[in-house]
């Protein structure tokens, strides 16, 4: 045999050995398929899905969360009501009954006044400094530490921009106009109205206008004129006040399974993450867009809108104070939060003085002259 013919039939004979060895081993997962792996996940609302605004926070998730992952990560959205109450939509993520909610943190102050900043406490922040604080200050991570001893993992997913102050039967003209009355109200602002004489109730967005209606309560604050006017509460009291010094800038959060949260790939959390950054803005949006409209449509059917007195915010801001100042004497928690916030909202509204405010006044000024 020369050597050409040797070399030839030993490659041959190589290649063949080569492909068979290949053959051999158990063909491994493709790797795009280990990266991107199936996920489907259940959501849960704390909202109706009539409120195309606040309910459409879970479905602007969902929906780019599947398209940023190809379908592969999916989540599934629940109205409140459907898979549990909306008032324990946090519970079921903390036991691990769903993975997710969409949810106002303030729901669940009855376990720690410390959810209540999550969400919005009365003579806090507007939305854009509270998103300024969750994103660049210290907000996210105060209160994800939080959040963690309740199995919960939190991201911001929505904020409804200050909202208005409530449906009243009677006119609120005086601070003692508040003694006796059963207001449908969430989160710490319930003890500074119960400190005037009124008695705060936790009631579910869709359940509140059957109490208004049957007079089990005697007033109640949602959110706005979009959502209030769908709800129909303009039906079952005339007056409506403004604004809700309670909720200046409320944040609607994502609450995951802290294990689930974990678990997932790292960039099915940033996928996650981006998502609800999306819906955050866009709920922000709708309701700049919506609540004008509605106003008028609002007023147009009777209803008589009414400024809460000067007199009746210094005093609940009194109130409001002397509410903090109780909580922090005794939850740790609440006072790291709390004092972080405040020393955060100071600057704030320091630089807001001379921007927001100022721009804001002047064309506000021209729009009520008829130059807009």
Known sequence: MDRRSFLKKTAVGGAGAAAATVLAV?????????????????LTSSFPKSLDTIYGGADDIAKHV????????????????????????ADAVSAGTVEMCHTCSYYFVGKD???????????????????????????????????????IYGIPAGNTGAQM???FRKEINTVDDFKGVKMRIAGIA???????????QQIAGGDIYPALEKGTIDAAEWVGP??????????????????????????????????????LPKHYQSALTDACAFANTNMMAKYDLKNPMAIKQIVSQGTTLRPFSQDILEACYTAAMDVYKGISATNADFKKVYDDQVAFKKEGYLWMQLS????????MIQQRNGKI
Do not use: C
């Open 26 to 42: 158990p063909l491994s997962t493709p790797a795009i398929a280990q990266q991107n792996p199936k996920i489907n996940w259940r």
């Open 66 to 89: 599947a398209a940023a992952t190809d379908g592969n990560f999916t989540i599934q959205p629940f109205a409140g009501g459907e898979i549990v109450p909306g008032l324990q939509a």
């Open 113 to 151: 006044p410390t959810f209540a900043i999550g969400t919005a406490i009365p003579f806090g922040m507007n939305a854009r400094l509270t998103n300024s604080w969750f994103y660049q200050g210290n907000g996210n991570t105060l209160m994800n530490e939080f959040y963690a001893k309740h199995q």
């Open 165 to 167: 102050g409530g449906w």
């Open 190 to 200: 319930g003890k500074v109205l119960e400190k005037l004489g009124a008695v705060p």
């Open 226 to 263: 979009y959502d209030d006017h769908k709800l129909g509460f303009y039906k079952v009291a005339k007056y409506y006040y403004y604004p809700a010094f309670w909720e200046g800038g409320p944040t609607i959060h994502a609450f995951i399974n802290l294990d689930k949260w974990n678990s």
């Open 356 to 363: 927001e405010y100022t721009f804001d006044t002047f064309m």
